[in-house]
């Protein structure tokens, strides 16, 4: 509705519509989503700009403050952190370790997180998070065999970052 593109941001939603009709596409334009929030952590996200409009900048600032409930709010489901298993890994009884670079998305704030879900090549537990400046660091109670540059992935349930 209110999108832009184009030289200057001359095109506006219904030139894109025409555009896409020119071309055999179909387009369709949704409304804005509205942050109900608009506050995390006592950082109020009501700038001149957004005027409250869930964007990628809200949720990057949300998942840098660590309110993973926020975050959930904002993207209408848990957020979900992919990684690929590396050479690197180092498996200790119930806790892997993988360095940061192993991400594929933004991470949350550095802490401790729990009552999160696991997913591994078919594999799905729950576990426990901990995020500090070079590794994540995942807890659960077995963990299935590993190939090196598989897809891991954590899935946030709405828990907040506690200091680790």
Request: with cysteine; hydrophobic share 30%; proline share 3%.
């Amino acid at each position: 509705e209110n999108y832009r593109f184009g030289y200057k941001a001359a095109g506006d939603s219904s030139d894109l519509a025409h555009l896409c009709e020119e071309y055999g596409l179909a387009a369709y334009i949704v409304r804005p989503v509205m942050d109900k929030l608009q506050t995390c952590n006592g950082v109020s996200f009501t700038n001149g700009k957004e005027k409250g409009q869930v964007s990628s900048t809200r949720v990057r600032h949300a998942l840098a403050s660590g309110n993973m409930e926020y975050v959930s709010q904002l993207l209408g489901r848990s957020h979900r952190l992919f990684m690929t298993n590396t050479r690197g890994h180092v498996v200790m009884g119930s806790r892997l370790s993988l360095p940061t670079l192993c991400l594929m998305n933004q991470q949350p704030k550095e802490g401790s997180y729990n009552d999160c879900t696991l997913y591994v090549d078919g594999f799905v537990g729950d576990c426990n998070v901990v995020i500090d400046g070079t590794h994540i660091h995942i807890e659960t109670e077995s963990w299935p065999p590993l190939d090196d540059n598989c897809l891991i992935s954590v899935e946030f349930n709405g828990s907040v970052s506690r200091e680790s």
